[in-house]
């Protein structure tokens, strides 16, 4: 069978930084309470008229060019989002026109904080069948156009931050010890409402719900909810297992992972499936304080600050390990 491999990342954020600080000065919170709980710092909104195919594009551009090819060598693109530029078509087609590539066959995933996982799942099973060489996947987010920040939304508002990471999977040769091993995917839909943002109801005629003669959404409807002790809850037990079935599966120990590069939802939830696994903390990646959670992008720009400090370096072991909305959790295991 052909073996796959990411054969090159690449990151970007917007430039705006917003402080806890800032946050404080809009809504009922505080630097203190955010970095206790979450371990946030400050993230990156996106000016608006900045959209998510838009941003995407000069992480995917560095990943392109980070594994030696051009647009021209892309055979495929997969783009995870959760904050799609509209209802249809999927931003995979905004964001192929954006970069001058059409006729490149594109698709959007839609798996949340687990978009990249499923993602490279897909492009790697495209490349080990012979079907694409080199797919590029990106996993790009604008959360701060669509936050509450009024005290109501404060528990959500807090935890996200704009900007994406890409990635390009491509065909590992024979004398390459890097390879993309394994894949566990997982999700329970029963807890789809346990973080979510409704906006519209299909099944509802009209599918938006107007509040008076200028069909404003009603606010319950137009911003994202989460029952955040769930999450937390259910986050730390099936991270630490996602992880155990990639070792299982591998033969390996938790002492042979080199780098552990987690979903950036909470410090706190990385830090305990980190003790939950007895892996030392120098070996987990954590970017949370600079961008907090940033969903589909959070682990490709774990990975290529990882990688800008020295600490992903080629032929390591390397766990990635995701959870979120949906629910949808998951490991990847590869030798990078
Ligand atoms: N600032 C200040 N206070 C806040 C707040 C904020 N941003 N958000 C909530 N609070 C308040 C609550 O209203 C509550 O007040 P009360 O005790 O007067 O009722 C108090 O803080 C405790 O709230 P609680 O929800 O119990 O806090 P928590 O310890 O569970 O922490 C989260 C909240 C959101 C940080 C935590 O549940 C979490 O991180 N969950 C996982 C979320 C996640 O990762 N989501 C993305 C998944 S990909």
Known sequence: MVRARISGIGMHVPERVVTND???????????????????????YADEGVSTSTLAIPAAEAAIADAGLTKGDIDFIIFATLSPDHHFPGSSSYFQAKMDMAGVPAMDLRTQ????????????????????????????????????????????????GDGAGAAVISVSHAEDPSELHSFHLHSDGRYASSLCLEVWDIAAKPYIQHEGQHGVVPPQARWPRMNGREVFRHAVVGMQQAVQEACQANELGIEDIDLLVPHQANMRINELVARGLKLPAEKIVHTIHRYGNTTAASIPMAMCQAAADGRLQRGMKVMLVAFGSGFTWGSVYLTY
């Not at 800032?22 to 990156?44: F, H, N, Q, V, Y």
């Open 22 to 44: 800032e946050l404080s000065a809009l809504l009922d919170t505080s630097d203190d309470w955010i970095r206790k709980r979450t371990g946030i710092g400050e993230r990156r």
């Open 113 to 160: 904080c687990t978009g990249f996982l499923y993602g490279l799942t897909v492009a790697a099973s495209f490349v080990r069948t012979g079907l694409y060489k080199n797919v590029l996947l990106v996993g790009a987010e604008v959360h701060s156009h669509a936050l509450d920040f009024s005290d109501a939304g404060r528990d959500v508002t807090v935890l996200f």
